[in-house]
């Protein structure tokens, strides 16, 4: 129940494209679905956060998608370029009281490579 | 403004040793949280604490343990070490106790391998 399931492993886009990565959730306590973006030698930055009382938030070329009753979210890049080329993670948190407080459950990432 | 930083960037270690991690957080931020990165893998949860109290745990061995100092710093010791504790270690901050939305800004980590 604590586990946040992500897919693809690794991911291979043409400059241009769209990169779409997905995750699953089990625990319905969660609350707060980040994405966070992660280079070589630096710590993870967040990205873009959605809250499951919406279905979409969108910044920028990216955006997530949210479905509830699925338990499932995704990061939409679009118009992928180069600079995107990173390690993206999914994650998760709960709400006040229900033990997941103060803690981000990740993903296991995605290694995006966008070939110019 | 500066952002979280972490000492030290990079640390050896032979199995049995021990080790002390330092991360200074944002100013103002009063929360810190950690979380180790075994290469290939997310991040995984280690502490929280917020107001110098431990405010959260995850499923680590007794050899973890931390603290948070009065100016907000906090520090992270690692015990009797094992080749299996190789790992980036990353230290976050938020201004608040975590309730869900608050974001957390992470460090660079302290990269550290045990031999």
């Known amino acids: 129940q604590q586990q946040v399931k992500q897919s693809p492993q690794s991911l291979i886009v043409q400059k241009g494209g769209i990169s779409i990565i997905n995750c699953a959730y089990e625990?319905?306590?969660?609350?707060?679905f980040p994405w966070y973006q992660q280079f070589p030698g630096k710590g993870p930055a967040l990205l873009i956060a959605i809250r499951p009382d919406v279905s979409e938030k969108k910044e920028g070329r990216f955006t997530i998608s949210f479905n509830k009753s699925a338990k499932q979210f995704s990061l939409h890049i679009m118009d992928s370029q180069p600079g995107d080329s990173a390690t993206y993670f999914c994650a998760a948190s709960g709400a006040p009281g229900s033990g997941n407080t103060g803690k981000l459950i990740f993903g296991q990432g995605t290694t995006l490579q966008v070939k110019p | 403004d500066a952002g979280v930083t972490q000492s030290p960037t990079h640390l050896i270690k032979t199995r049995g040793q021990q080790v002390t991690l330092r991360c200074s957080p944002i100013s103002g931020h009063k929360s810190v949280s950690w979380y180790q990165q075994v290469l290939g893998q997310g991040p995984q949860f280690i502490f929280q604490y917020y107001e110098k109290e431990e405010r959260g745990r995850g499923n680590f061995p007794d050899r973890f343990s931390a603290r948070q100092f009065p100016n907000y710093s906090s520090e992270l010791n690692v015990n009797a070490l094992l080749l299996g504790d190789s790992a980036l270690y990353l230290c976050?901050?938020?201004?608040?106790?975590?309730?869900?939305?608050?974001?957390?800004?992470f460090g660079a980590g302290s990269r550290l391998t045990v031999l």
């Open positions: 625990n319905t306590a969660f609350d707060y």
């Open positions: 976050a901050s938020s201004p608040v106790q975590n309730s869900g939305a608050n974001v957390l800004t």
